[in-house]
């Protein structure tokens, strides 16, 4: 089946150490997006690429970086994590800008 | 500045009842509209979509309404079933725009059996 993959389900990490998330997809769609979502609240967009242009919302902290090495991948990079950065992080794919966007399980980052 | 609001955070409704999710929006721009559904540990699916050139759209037992002078948007279960029990997010956008969509918080819904 196609489908959007997040690797890992479950990441721990200490304060202020790097961690990549890592988002797949066998869709072969051009946009891929990485939200934030935060317990009881409505996902936050961080960041889209369309094909190999990347977008980064105007209130994405500067602690958190993308990469897009190929169409199938996209990675999401926190430099120096804190705890506000405790989240469930979403990967989500599109054809093109205006079609329902398809969302991967997640990862859930925990900062010690 | 909320664009999208879903003012029940939950909602309970007996199984094979109707169930009526709601949610409002406040920028006249929106003009594509869409609702997903996420079960716990999962990411969301979507589930149906409506554009503002109707008013109604319908997919088996999920119907979405549009009233576009209200800014409202509601979404019909029916007949509900225990599969339905899940978190609904209603989202919005403006099909031209630069991609993003504009969520609202969620609303649970919990089906009785």
């Known amino acids: 089946d196609a489908m959007v993959i997040q690797n890992p389900r479950y990441q721990v990490t200490q304060f202020g150490k790097p961690v990549t998330l890592s988002c797949s997809q066998t869709?072969?769609?051009?946009?891929m997006y990485w939200y934030q979502q935060k317990s009881s609240q409505a996902p936050k967009l961080l960041f889209h690429?369309?094909?190999?242009?990347?977008?980064n919302e105007a209130d994405t902290p500067d602690n958190f970086q993308s990469r897009r090495p190929n169409t199938s991948f996209c990675f999401l990079d926190i430099r120096s994590p804190g705890l506000g950065d405790a989240a469930m992080y979403l990967c989500?794919?599109?054809?093109?800008?205006?079609?329902?966007?398809?969302f991967g399980d997640g990862t859930r980052l925990s900062i010690l | 500045d909320q664009q999208v609001k879903q003012n029940s955070p939950s909602l309970s409704v007996q199984e094979g009842r109707i169930s009526i999710l709601n949610c409002d929006y406040t920028n006249s721009m929106f003009d594509y509209f869409l609702w997903y559904k996420k079960y716990p540990a999962e990411g969301p699916t979507f589930l149906i979509s409506?554009?503002?050139i109707k008013d109604k759209n319908e997919d088996g037992r999920f119907t979405v309404f549009l009233n576009k002078s209200a800014k409202h948007l509601s979404l019909h279960i029916v007949p509900s079933q225990p599969g339905d029990s899940a978190v609904y997010f209603c989202a919005a956008s403006v099909m031209d725009s630069n991609y993003q969509l504009i969520w609202g918080a969620g609303t649970k819904l919990i089906i009785k059996p």
């Open positions: 989500a794919t599109s054809r093109v800008s205006n079609q329902p966007q398809h």
């Open positions: 409506i554009s503002s």
């Open positions: 690429y369309y094909d190999k242009d990347f977008n």
């Open positions: 869709l072969n769609h051009n946009v």
